[in-house]
């Protein structure tokens, strides 16, 4: 038996995996139990999670990470520090600034909610065959790495 050539793979436009990355943030937020438990908002959350990776970090490096007033970002920093997950100190440098980092309570919960969230990312990934693995892996290489060239870019 002769075999036909196979078939080029379709291209997947750039539409369709918006919407894919649209869905898994939709599914990820809608179902996660990792952080539901907090009593905290989305943007409080992801600004203790930027404090993490940044801190020491000024409250207007804050805010135009968050892409929010300085008004809004001093706020939202003085709401964190009330729950004592976020803890306040002037620059050694420059007086005049002020720093914000993580207090040991902020740098708990965040870790709490990272370990919950790779206990569901494992369980889904268990749940995938072999072949949808090696996919996601080759995929998301892929996509980090432009991700990064972007960045690198744009500094």
Do not use: C, N, Y
């Not at 940044?54 to 709401?79: F, K, Y």
């Not at 889904?124 to 949808?132: F, G, K, N, R, V």
Request: net charge positive.
């Amino acid at each position: 038996m002769i075999k036909s050539p196979a078939a080029p793979p379709i291209a997947t436009p750039p539409s369709q995996v918006e919407a894919l990355v649209a869905e898994l943030r939709r599914v990820s937020l809608g179902s996660s139990t990792a952080w539901s438990d907090t009593d905290l908002t989305l943007t409080q959350l992801r600004a203790l999670a930027l404090i993490q990776l940044r801190q020491p970090i000024t409250i207007g490096a804050l805010s135009a990470a968050l892409q929010m007033s300085l008004a809004s970002g001093s706020a939202l920093a003085d709401r964190l520090v009330r729950a004592a997950l976020l803890q306040r100190r002037h620059d050694d440098d420059d007086r005049r600034q002020v720093l914000l980092h993580l207090a040991p309570l902020g740098a708990r919960l965040l870790r709490r909610i990272e370990d919950r969230s790779r206990i569901r990312l494992r369980r889904a990934l268990a749940a995938m065959t072999s072949d949808e693995r090696t996919a996601l892996a080759t995929a998301l290489s892929g996509f980090i790495r432009v991700l990064r060239e972007q960045s690198a870019g744009e500094s």
